[in-house]
């Protein structure tokens, strides 16, 4: 069965990095497009990035453009989120996602807080 494991939460200062990582297994990694989305508290979860599979094509909401990269090794099947310049704002749920035919799978979450 599909599994993804995220990692690499915690507690930074404003303007810190953070990289969050996911170990996925149950399902041909390298031919899906990998999402990482998070969610504030009293907020909807939101799409923050996401990574096709061939090919390794990037799209980023607005607010992460130039501080976050999401990238993955296939052979690995892992995919990281790289947060630099991280604010408050930043704070949240973060969680892996994976899309195969009509089911969405969802890691735990591992949690952000950017606070000093």
């Known amino acids: 069965q599909v599994q993804l494991v995220e990692s690499g939460g915690g507690l930074v200062q404003p303007g810190g990095s953070l990289r969050l990582s996911c170990a996925a297994s149950?399902?041909?990694?390298?031919?899906?497009?990998m999402n990482w989305y998070r969610q504030a508290p009293g907020k909807e979860r939101e799409l923050v990035a996401a990574?096709?599979?061939?090919?390794?094509?990037?799209d980023y909401v607005d607010s992460v453009k130039g501080r976050f990269i999401i990238s993955r090794d296939n052979a690995k099947n892992t995919v990281y989120l790289q947060m630099n310049s991280l604010k408050p704002e930043d704070t949240a749920v973060y969680y892996c996602?994976?899309?195969?035919?009509?089911?969405?799978?969802w890691g735990q979450g591992t949690q952000v807080t950017v606070s000093s």
């Open positions: 990574i096709t599979g061939v090919g390794g094509s990037q």
């Open positions: 149950g399902f041909t990694f390298s031919r899906y497009t």
């Open positions: 996602n994976v899309r195969k035919t009509a089911t969405m799978y």
